[in-house]
């Protein structure tokens, strides 16, 4: 996949992520092809390694394999794990990001060392104007850390870019997946102290910060029910404006319109964690398309 080749991902992808077993992601990622042609393998240190789950997507299935986001401060490591990849440079996009209080510099000279040494297209991850002007201009695309139409609007005054990817928690709702999400709004909130100060919700954001959302993510991760713990029902009083401000969520109609009025402002809109949880996230996900489809042929 060269980088003019980046607009052939297609309107929609999704994120699926490293803590199922083998199988079970396999299984995803073929549902997944059915609809969509990419597919975005989140790093974290709660998942299973990135590359790890790129190679049994490959392998597996038609599907381009995204890397969104890997840290920008393991670029050695990095580098070195992409030369397994070499001869699929037509389905491997790399994402590279600052992440975990990462230097904006060295995410630079990450990108400009792998855009040198591979031909996979580099796209870099931002949320705060500085990321977003500063990588944009040096790296094949830009995955923007936002979701709301309002936040896009945003970083788009900041972004130099011909591919510009939406990039955040989505949920048809009603769903078990509930907790999840709400964890993953709160976690993108946090992840640009600028950006929240640009936007007004300091105030907000000040109260957000003082919950263990990593502690209630790792009783999550072991199956519990979290309305038992008051940490999480301290998160829940936020729930309006984080389901807002950071996710797309709603029935099928509500998140196919979110997402068709973000593709008005961007090329690619990525439905992150937690979507891909559903044992019948495909069938949402073939509605969802179904429904774009409508809306772009009207």
Not at 56 to 66: F, H, K, P, Q, R
Not at 139 to 155: C, M, Q, T
Request: hydrophobic share 40%.
């Amino acid at each position: 996949m060269t980088s003019e080749s980046l607009l052939r991902t297609g309107r929609i992808g999704i994120n699926i992520n490293g803590d199922f077993e083998d199988e079970i992601l396999v299984e995803k990622a073929i549902k997944a092809s059915k609809h969509v042609d990419v597919v975005w393998i989140g790093d974290s240190d709660f998942f299973k390694e990135p590359f790890h789950v790129a190679r049994l997507v490959i392998e597996n299935t038609d599907l381009a394999v995204g890397f969104g986001i890997l840290r920008a401060k393991k670029c050695r490591r990095i580098m070195k794990e992409l030369e397994k990849f070499r001869g699929y440079e037509e389905r491997v996009i790399v994402g590279v990001a600052a992440g975990d209080g990462g230097n904006l510099e060295n995410t630079a000279k990450c990108i400009q060392r792998l855009k040198e040494k591979f031909r996979f297209p580099v796209v870099a991850g931002g949320t705060g104007k500085r990321a977003i002007s500063k990588l944009s201009k040096i790296s094949d695309g830009i995955l923007l850390n936002h979701i709301s139409p309002k936040h896009v609007d945003f970083a788009l005054r900041y972004a130099d870019s011909d591919f510009v990817a939406a990039y955040g928690p989505c949920l048809v709702l009603p769903s078990q997946f509930e907790q999840d999400l709400l964890l993953a709004t709160a976690m993108i909130m946090g992840s640009s102290r600028s950006f929240i100060e640009e936007m007004g919700y300091t105030e907000i954001f000040d109260r957000i910060r003082k919950i263990d959302i990593l502690s209630l993510i790792g009783e999550r991760q072991k199956g519990k029910d979290l309305n038992a713990f008051e940490e999480f029902r301290k998160l829940q009083a936020h729930r309006e404006f984080l389901f807002e401000k950071f996710s797309v969520a709603g029935d099928i109609d509500e998140v196919s319109n979110k997402i068709f009025f973000l593709l008005e402002k961007c090329h690619h809109v990525i439905l992150s964690d937690p979507f891909f949880r559903e044992e019948d996230f495909d069938l949402k996900l073939r509605k969802i398309v179904e429904n774009l489809k409508k809306k772009f042929r009207n």
